[in-house]
Nanobody, 118 residues
Framework: QVQLVESGGGLVQAGGSLRLSCAAS????????MGWYRQAPGKQRELVAT???????NYADSVKDRFTISRDNAKTSVYLQMNSLKPEDTAVYYC????????????WGQGTQVTVSS
């Protein structure tokens, strides 16, 4: 079992910045994908950014050039630096990790609220 603990959400004015953190604990493969997803009220959960353990990153078009995903050297923590925030970035942000050890595993954090006021 893997536990994901997120922190860093909050209320910020448009144009401001926030940094989300997610720490994973438990048994997991060092070859994994960690990422951030978000879900706004009345909308489906959507991908924000992912980071593979080999360093490859992927971003949703809506956050490119504003958000940066990064990981620690141990590959057990992932961060999301969010700059130039917009009201439409308001959502619950979820940390996610996926890996394969004989079977495919997919874990989610509890979510952290990000609210951007106009």
């Amino acid at each position: 079992q893997v536990q994901l603990v997120e922190s860093g959400g909050g209320l910020v004015q448009a144009g401001g910045s926030l940094r989300l953190s997610c720490a994973a604990s438990g048994i997991m493969s060092s070859r994994n994908v960690m990422g951030w997803y978000r879900q706004a009220p009345g909308k489906q959960r959507e991908l924000v950014a992912t980071s593979l353990s080999d360093g490859t990153t992927n971003y949703a078009d809506s956050v490119k050039d504003r958000f940066t995903i990064s990981r620690d050297n141990a590959k057990t923590s992932v961060y999301l630096q969010m700059n130039s925030l917009k009201p439409e970035d308001t959502a619950v942000y979820y940390c996610n990790v996926q890996f394969v050890i004989l079977a495919r595993y997919n874990y989610w954090g509890q979510g952290t609220q990000v609210t951007v006021s106009s």
